[in-house]
T-cell receptor
Framework: GAVVSQHPSRVICKSGTSVKIECRSL??????MFWYRQFPKQSLMLMAT?????????EQGVEKDKFLINHASLTLSTLTVTSAHPEDSSFYIC????????????FGNGTRLTVT | GQQLNQSPQSMFIQEGEDVSMNCTSS?????WLWYKQDPGEGPVLLIA?????ELTSNGRLTAQFGITRKDSFLNISASIPSDVGIYFC?????????FGTGTRLLVSP
């Protein structure tokens, strides 16, 4: 089955620093990738949609200057949390799908970000 | 962001029992998906439904795409301890995937 690899799985950073999270589709070309955030005991909330070669589309309330998304190739998307604050601590999960209509989303294993 | 209403919120059952959970939406969806998430990991796809009225099985799991396209249910038969986890429904109209609020399942041996 389709595999999505996310790295790192855990990261601890100091307040004010930036953190980059990578999402790779290992055995398929992902024309669209999605970034979700999940707080403890809550559901996944979509942050942004990135299409290869174009600017990401952010959901309402998500700061695009804080959460920088780059989808430069069909197999890699990155999320950079800039000037991280403790309230950014969360579980970030990427997902990817091919360009085939109705193809299901496949998820990475997530990145646990802790900002101290 | 938009979410689907999923119930029950949690269930505590005995091993061997059957389980049923459902998801409802105010919007029509073209695709319904069911995922399971273990602690500290990303969701894993269990079943995908693409057509209203469709009933699909995956081992002990059975899911249906409601005829109104606004709801779906997931059944787990003869539950086992490894069924423990959080189950999420998800629906998509064209591109964006919206998640349900989750059902936490606990199975007692």
């Amino acid at each position: 089955g389709a595999v999505v690899s996310q790295h790192p799985s855990r990261v601890i950073c100091k307040s004010g620093t930036s953190v980059k999270i990578e999402c790779r589709s290992l055995d398929f070309q992902a024309t669209t990738m999605f970034w979700y955030r999940q707080f403890p005991k809550q559901s996944l909330m979509l942050m942004a949609t990135s299409n290869e070669g174009s600017k990401a589309t952010y959901e309402q309330g998500v700061e695009k200057d804080k959460f920088l998304i780059n989808h430069a190739s069909l197999t890699l998307s990155t999320l950079t949390v800039t000037s991280a604050h403790p309230e950014d601590s969360s579980f970030y999960i990427c997902s990817a799908r091919t360009g085939v209509i109705n193809s299901p989303l496949h998820f990475g294993n997530g990145t646990r970000l802790t900002v101290t | 962001g938009q979410q689907l209403n999923q119930s029950p919120q949690s269930m505590f059952i005995q091993e061997g029992e059957d389980v049923s959970m459902n998801c409802t939406s105010s919007s029509i969806f073209n695709t319904w998906l069911w995922y399971k998430q273990d602690p500290g990991e990303g969701p894993v796809l269990l079943i995908a439904l693409y057509k209203a009225g469709e009933l699909t099985s995956n081992g002990r799991l059975t899911a249906q795409f409601g005829i109104t396209r606004k709801d779906s249910f997931l059944n787990i038969s003869a539950s086992i301890p490894s069924d423990v986890g959080i189950y999420f429904c998800a629906g998509t109209g064209f591109q964006k995937l919206v998640f349900g609020t989750g059902t936490r399942l606990l199975v007692s041996p």
